[in-house]
């Protein structure tokens, strides 16, 4: 509501945004990032979600209500000045312990030691990256800066990244400035964090882990890029905690998830990259927002089908409100992630599916009754006149969600089967998957190839091995 109200003041006239009293904040925030920082809100006490509908309507009379007539015959507040330096400016000068500190105070790091971002080291990373340090990728929301080449490399040092990571780095801010995307939801209170999903030669390149332990850190690539993810959200886009970061638990940081592509091609299935659009070789970044996940361990059957209840028991168990991405807010948007362990893929395979079979399978049996899914839209995510059957009626959702009116009817999680994103990695000896609770529009899944140097070969070996 907020860019209404900032369209409207920019036209000329007066606005007032209604605000829960733990969002003002935010509000504040976003409104700097908007471009007018003194956009008139009223304030809303406490949260309507959990207040009785008489001490709902005595806070909007008694607070809200005067805060409105402020902002419409009242001119806002003058804004303060913007002091923000400029993107070369040196900020600071001291020992790595006084810099820490400074970048610390000031909200630049995220509590962890940074590696400071000394001109010379930034113009190293630029040295992996025909594009000019002042190329723009796009403009990142909520704060509205510009993404520079130059703004990744210093937040790539500051990661700890190596200066040849710098082409995955640019592809994943293209990603991030994809509006198809939606970045500007990465603080929402849900606190859904990114996955990134690594494909290609680049994987080998630069020492990527794509076995045991690839969700862990301690492998230098995957962690400090997915560091770097967060440190880019947070001093580039804007989401700080306390401010535009409303996340009500939050999640951290997640180091890069890297396909198993010996193993994809041995079994002769396509990889992540192939499945959106990309040829199978290209080196590619997906990224996709998610609340949660779960490791699901032992899952035995020595066919295809005798591991598909197991797996598709686990997958509807991490869905309960995020269905609504599926039938409710953002139609067609739910993406289940799986990860499946290389044992479990060469099972599956072993039975003669491909990965599309797979898919299919997992379409058809990943479902929920349909008297459950109409509950969840209609009493967990707050839509009191929701139906399935008006819903497929209006031509909203597929046909398949309203086949009859047997409430027990099984509905499927996902419009097709193409929908469950099924990556192959980790450990190769365990039989095990891990399956991702998707964030639907708040995140939608978006790739990007990962464009190198014309002289790559030549700089990577001058670097030596990867670490």
């Given at each position: 509501?907020?860019?209404?109200?900032?369209?409207?003041?920019?036209?000329?006239?007066?606005?007032?945004?209604l605000?829960?009293?733990?969002?003002m904040?935010?509000?504040?925030?976003?409104?700097?990032?908007?471009?007018?920082?003194?956009?008139?809100?009223?304030?809303?006490?406490?949260?309507?979600?959990?207040?009785?509908?008489?001490?709902?309507?005595?806070?909007?009379?008694?607070?809200?209500?005067?805060?409105?007539?402020?902002?419409?015959?009242?001119?806002?507040?003058?804004?303060g000045?913007?002091?923000?330096?400029?993107?070369?400016?040196?900020?600071?000068?001291?020992?790595?312990?006084e810099?820490?500190?400074?970048?610390?105070?000031?909200?630049?790091?995220?509590?962890?030691?940074?590696?400071?971002?000394?001109?010379?080291?930034?113009?190293?990373?630029?040295?992996?990256?025909?594009?000019?340090?002042?190329?723009?990728?796009?403009?990142?929301?909520?704060?509205?800066?510009?993404?520079?080449?130059?703004?990744?490399?210093?937040?790539?040092?500051?990661?700890?990244?190596?200066?040849?990571?710098?082409?995955?780095?640019?592809?994943?801010?293209?990603?991030m400035?994809?509006?198809?995307?939606?970045?500007?939801?990465?603080g929402?209170?849900?606190?859904?964090?990114?996955?990134?999903?690594?494909?290609?030669?680049?994987?080998?390149?630069?020492?990527?882990?794509?076995?045991?332990?690839?969700?862990?850190?301690?492998?230098?690539?995957?962690?400090?890029v997915?560091?770097?993810?967060?440190?880019?959200?947070?001093?580039?886009?804007?989401?700080?905690?306390?401010?535009?970061?409303?996340?009500?638990?939050?999640n951290?940081?997640?180091?890069?998830?890297?396909?198993?592509?010996?193993?994809?091609?041995?079994?002769?299935?396509?990889?992540?990259?192939?499945?959106?659009?990309?040829?199978?070789?290209d080196s590619?970044?997906?990224i996709?927002?998610?609340?949660?996940?779960?490791?699901?361990?032992?899952?035995?059957?020595?066919?295809?089908?005798?591991?598909?209840?197991?797996?598709?028991?686990?997958?509807?168990?991490?869905?309960?409100?995020?269905?609504?991405?599926?039938?409710?807010?953002?139609?067609?948007s739910?993406?289940?992630?799986?990860?499946?362990?290389?044992?479990?893929?060469?099972?599956?395979?072993?039975?003669?599916?491909?990965?599309?079979?797979?898919?299919?399978?997992?379409?058809?049996?990943?479902?929920?009754?349909?008297?459950?899914w109409?509950?969840?839209?209609?009493?967990?995510?707050?839509?009191?006149l929701?139906?399935?059957?008006?819903?497929?009626?209006?031509?909203?959702?597929?046909?398949?969600?309203?086949?009859?009116?047997?409430?027990?009817?099984l509905?499927?999680?996902?419009?097709?089967?193409?929908?469950?994103?099924?990556?192959?990695?980790?450990?190769?000896?365990?039989?095990?998957?891990y399956v991702?609770?998707?964030?639907g529009?708040?995140?939608?899944?978006?790739a990007?190839?990962?464009q190198?140097?014309?002289?790559?070969e030549?700089?990577?070996?001058?670097?030596?091995?990867p670490?």
């Amino acid at each position: 509501m907020l860019r209404a109200s900032a369209s409207g003041e920019a036209g000329g006239f007066p606005s007032s945004t209604l605000v829960g009293e733990g969002f003002m904040t935010l509000a504040t925030a976003a409104s700097k990032g908007l471009g007018m920082p003194n956009l008139p809100v009223a304030k809303v006490v406490g949260h309507p979600g959990v207040q009785s509908k008489e001490q709902l309507r005595k806070n909007v009379l008694d607070v809200t209500l005067d805060h409105v007539i402020d902002n419409l015959l009242k001119p806002p507040k003058r804004a303060g000045a913007d002091n923000e330096p400029g993107a070369r400016d040196i900020v600071f000068k001291g020992s790595f312990d006084e810099v820490n500190e400074y970048f610390y105070e000031n909200e630049f790091s995220d509590g962890l030691p940074i590696v400071p971002p000394t001109v010379e080291k930034v113009e190293a990373f630029l040295k992996f990256t025909d594009r000019a340090a002042d190329e723009t990728l796009g403009t990142i929301l909520p704060d509205n800066r510009a993404a520079t080449i130059w703004s990744i490399a210093v937040n790539g040092v500051m990661a700890g990244c190596k200066p040849a990571y710098m082409p995955v780095l640019v592809a994943l801010v293209e990603a991030m400035a994809d509006h198809g995307y939606g970045v500007e939801h990465s603080g929402n209170t849900p606190g859904g964090e990114t996955l990134i999903v690594l494909n290609g030669p680049i994987i080998k390149q630069l020492g990527f882990n794509y076995t045991q332990g690839v969700m862990r850190d301690g492998f230098m690539a995957n962690t400090s890029v997915g560091r770097f993810w967060r440190l880019y959200l947070r001093n580039v886009a804007g989401f700080l905690p306390h401010k535009n970061d409303k996340a009500t638990f939050g999640n951290t940081w997640r180091v890069v998830v890297a396909e198993n592509e010996d193993v994809v091609k041995k079994l002769g299935w396509t990889n992540s990259a192939a499945d959106f659009g990309f040829y199978p070789d290209d080196s590619t970044v997906m990224i996709s927002r998610h609340t949660g996940g779960n490791h699901i361990s032992s899952v035995s059957g020595a066919t295809a089908q005798e591991l598909m209840p197991y797996i598709s028991d686990a997958v509807v168990r991490q869905y309960s409100w995020q269905l609504m991405f599926s039938t409710g807010q953002g139609l067609d948007s739910l993406r289940p992630q799986l990860l499946l362990s290389p044992l479990i893929a060469e099972t599956i395979a072993a039975s003669g599916w491909s990965k599309r079979d797979f898919q299919k399978q997992l379409w058809e049996q990943a479902r929920v009754p349909a008297y459950q899914w109409e509950r969840i839209q209609r009493d967990w995510t707050q839509k009191p006149l929701w139906s399935l059957k008006e819903a497929a009626a209006k031509g909203d959702v597929p046909k398949v969600y309203h086949e009859s009116d047997d409430p027990n009817r099984l509905v499927p999680l996902v419009w097709r089967p193409e929908d469950f994103l099924t990556c192959v990695t980790g450990d190769p000896a365990r039989n095990s998957i891990y399956v991702f609770a998707h964030n639907g529009v708040l995140g939608f899944p978006t790739a990007k190839k990962v464009q190198l140097p014309k002289d790559w070969e030549s700089k990577l070996a001058a670097v030596g091995k990867p670490a």
